[in-house]
């Protein structure tokens, strides 16, 4: 069965630094997106994706947030400069309309 | 606005017993509504869905309801298993958009 894929699992990184979270979605699906949860909060919506551009974002993606699909199978969330508070789990999730979402198994960014 | 609340975890049963995990939600127009789950070391996986009010959504010996009169969405199983252990989260798609609203997720061990 195809699966979304995240890497790295875990990222550890220090305040102020770039980090490049990576995805690859299912190949024929069309709607991509990523959303965050901080421990024990809710999972939280950042943003999606679609024909190259972003259809949606959360007030949370801010100016420090970028998408990307560089490639046509990879799909990556940029931040530029990390702060503690964006430590969470982030979820890549993709879709392929009327169908439901689904999600790959997260990348633990710790910023220190 | 679109939010999902969930019955606070963790919640420990023992084998057999019954189970009952609460989601209740605010939505504008007709949702769709989801249960994912979420196995140690994995990504959320879809648990099951209702599209429409009164529709039951069922997989693996869960069930949930979908009733507008409440606005919930309550995840029921009769007996669980051991390998029912995980993260739950309840999760709505709004009539407009396709963004995932998410519960704050409940975690379930079950003993033997």
């Known amino acids: 069965e195809p699966e979304v894929t995240q890497t790295p699992s875990h990222q550890v990184t220090q305040m102020g630094q770039e980090v490049i979270l990576r995805c690859v979605p299912i190949s024929n699906h069309l709607y991509f997106y990523w959303y965050r949860q901080i421990l024990g909060q809710k999972v939280e919506f950042l943003v999606s994706f679609y024909n190259n551009e972003i259809s949606e974002k959360s007030e949370i993606f801010d100016d420090q947030f970028s998408v990307e699909r560089p490639d046509g199978s990879n799909f990556t969330l940029k931040i530029r400069s990390t702060k503690l508070e964006d430590s969470a789990m982030y979820f890549c999730?993709?879709?392929?309309?009327?169908?439901?979402?689904?999600f790959g198994p997260g990348t633990r960014l710790t910023v220190t | 606005g679109n939010s999902v609340t969930q019955m606070e975890g963790p919640v420990t049963l023992s084998e057999e017993a019954f189970l009952t995990i609460n989601c209740t939600y605010t939505a504008t127009g007709y949702p769709s509504l989801f249960w994912y789950v979420q196995y140690p070391g994995e990504g959320l996986q879809l648990l099951l869905k209702?599209?429409?009010?009164?529709d039951k959504g069922s997989n693996k010996g869960f069930e949930a309801t979908y009733r507008k009169e409440t606005t919930s969405f309550h995840l029921e199983k009769g007996s669980v298993q051991v390998s029912d252990s995980a993260v739950y989260f309840c999760a709505l798609r709004p009539w407009a958009g396709n963004q995932f609203y998410f519960g704050t997720g409940t975690s379930l061990t079950v003993i033997p």
């Open positions: 209702a599209t429409k009010a009164d």
């Open positions: 999730a993709s879709t392929l309309p009327p169908a439901e979402q689904y």
